[in-house]
């Protein structure tokens, strides 16, 4: 497809359950990213991809998250155990290698945990 | 302190007038700058990327500041559809190419 696609748009989950929440970047984007967005607050980042590797996954806000890049393509960012705080838009975006290159966001995923 | 601080706003505003936000980064080694655009329940869209010696884009007009590390955008002549959420979008702060965002700041044009 021509922009970022995420999967599901939205997921709906018990606490506890593990989920995965998938990103399919822009073709031939190499640099890859995933946030958090709870409502009413700003962008949180989680984790950056360089190819398939991780510079900075600083952002993962504890163990129980994680995320990984397969084929310098699709990421997948996965929750185990969740919890209601984790209920958030989880937004991808993608971009080329450089600088003053800009990043083009997917739709999010919209996760909550009941 | 964060890396990427605005005033969050919000900023109500007349139709027609001229706002302008601020927004300043931590890091002097940081190497581009954007302003992105994002509506209500909607993902964050490119606004405009911010250049050393500034530039306009039509009614908006972004500046940056590396000596103060400090970055501005100007709306003039704001229409109601500029009524959205503008995000400070600092690139290259720790590592090569990660990109860390401001919490953005509100704007509500009024008829």
């Known amino acids: 497809g021509a922009g970022v696609s995420q999967s599901p748009s939205n997921k709906v989950t018990e606490k506890g359950k593990d989920v995965e929440l998938r990103c399919d970047p822009i073709?031939?984007?190499?640099?890859l990213y995933w946030y958090r967005q709870s409502l009413g607050q700003g962008l949180e980042f989680l984790i950056y991809?360089?190819?398939?590797?991780?510079?900075?996954k600083s952002g993962l806000p504890s163990d129980r998250f994680s995320a990984e890049r397969t084929g310098g393509s699709v990421s997948t960012l996965t929750i185990q155990r969740t919890q209601q705080e984790d209920s958030a838009v989880y937004l991808c975006?993608?971009?080329?290698?450089?600088?003053?290159?800009?990043?083009?966001f997917g739709q999010g995923t919209r996760l909550t945990v009941v | 302190r964060k890396e990427v601080e605005q005033d969050p706003g919000p900023f109500n505003v007349p139709e027609g007038a001229t706002v302008a936000f601020n927004c300043t980064y931590s890091n002097s080694a940081s190497q581009s700058f954007f302003w992105y655009r994002q509506d209500c329940r909607k993902e964050p869209k490119l606004l405009m990327s911010?250049?050393?010696s500034g530039n306009e884009d039509g009614r908006f007009t972004a500046q940056l500041n590396r000596a103060s590390q400090y970055i501005s955008l100007l709306i003039r002549d704001s229409k109601l559809s500029d009524s959205a959420t503008y995000l400070c979008?600092?690139?290259?702060?720790?590592?090569?190419?990660?990109?860390?965002f401001g919490q953005g700041t509100r704007l509500t044009i009024n008829p």
């Open positions: 975006a993608s971009s080329l290698e450089g600088v003053g290159t800009e990043a083009f």
């Open positions: 979008v600092v690139k290259g702060v720790q590592g090569a190419q990660k990109l860390v």
């Open positions: 991809f360089q190819g398939n590797s991780a510079p900075d």
């Open positions: 911010v250049y050393s």
């Open positions: 073709s031939g984007h190499t640099a």
